[in-house]
C-alpha cells in the first residue's frame, strides 16, 4: 500500500520559472512532512519540513503548501534555477513511529 | 564535519552469496536508520536503531535480512544468500536523538546481485 503518492514523475520547468511537486497522503496519523532533495549518486539531503499546524512554510526559494483537510501538500520552487536540478522526494512520519515514508519521486529539470 | 560514510561505495557479487554493508553515522548520533532506494523509487525503511537496540525492524523484508550496532555507532548491515532481486541502493541516515530530528543520509552503497 503506497500511502504516499507523489506527482509528477517528471518535470520539466524553463529558468526563472515556479516548479510545484505535489503529494498526497492516505495515513492521518502523520504529522511531519519533509521534501528530500537528491542529487544522482549521492543520498537524499532535508530540503525543508513542515508540522501541520501550519498550511504554509517558506525558505529563501522553496515553500511547502499544506492542505489538512485534503491530506496534500506540495512543493513549490520559485525562481528555478539549473542548479536546482535533481530528484525531489517527499516524505511523511508522525512522532513515536520515526520511519519516513517516502513518496516515488520526481525528476526535475530546469531548462536555460 | 563529517556526514554519515558508507562502505563499500559499490559492491557486486553473486547470488547465494553473504554480504555485509556499512555504516558510520555522524559523531554523536544517537538513532540510525536503513532504507533501500531501487532504481526509479524512493527510499525505503528497513531498520531503525535507538542506540545498540534495534527499536523498529519492521521493514526488514525477510530473515535474509540482519542489522546490528553493537557499540551504539557503527552499523552493519548483513544479507545472507543474497538474490537478484536485493540489488538496490542501500541508504544509511543518523539523526541526533531519533524522534522527528532531521535525517541524515549517506551517499548509499550500490549493491549488485548477479
Known amino acids: 500500500q503506497q500511502q504516499v503518492k507523489q506527482s509528477p514523475q517528471s518535470l520539466i520547468v524553463q529558468k526563472g520559472g515556479i516548479s510545484i511537486i505535489n503529494c498526497a497522503y492516505e495515513n492521518t496519523a502523520f504529522d511531519y512532512f519533509p521534501w528530500y532533495q537528491q542529487f544522482p549518486g549521492k543520498g537524499p539531503a532535508l530540503l525543508i519540513a513542515?508540522?501541520?499546524?501550519?498550511s504554509e512554510k517558506k525558505e529563501g526559494r522553496f515553500t511547502i503548501s499544506f492542505n489538512k483537510s485534503a491530506k496534500q501538500f506540495s512543493l513549490h520552487i520559485m525562481d528555478s534555477q539549473p542548479g536546482d536540478s535533481a530528484t525531489y522526494f517527499c516524505a511523511a512520519a508522525n512522532f513515536g513511529n520515526e520511519k519516513l515514508t517516502f513518496g516515488t519521486g520526481t525528476r526535475l529539470t530546469i531548462i536555460p | 564535519g563529517a556526514g554519515v560514510s558508507q562502505t563499500p561505495s559499490n559492491k557486486v557479487t553473486e547470488k547465494g552469496k553473504y554480504v555485509e554493508l556499512r555504516c558510520d553515522p555522524i559523531?554523536?548520533?544517537?538513532?540510525l536508520y536503513w532504507y533501500r532506494q531501487s532504481l526509479g523509487q524512493g527510499p525505503e525503511f528497513l531498520i531503525y536503531?535507538?542506540?545498540?537496540?534495534?527499536?523498529?525492524d519492521s521493514g526488514l523484508p525477510n530473515d535474509r535480512f540482519f542489522a546490528v550496532r553493537p557499540e551504539g555507532s557503527v552499523s552493519t548491515l548483513k544479507i545472507q544468500r543474497t538474490e537478484r532481486g536485493d540489488s538496490a541502493v542501500y541508504l544509511c541516515?543518523?539523526?541526533?536523538?531519533?524522534?522527528?530530528?532531521?535525517?541524515?543520509f549517506g551517499p548509499g552503497t550500490r549493491l549488485l546481485v548477479l
Open positions: 513542515i508540522r501541520p499546524d501550519v
Open positions: 541516515a543518523s539523526s541526533l536523538v531519533g524522534g522527528l530530528e532531521t535525517q541524515y
Open positions: 559523531s554523536g548520533h544517537t538513532a
Open positions: 536503531f535507538q542506540g545498540t537496540g534495534a527499536a523498529d
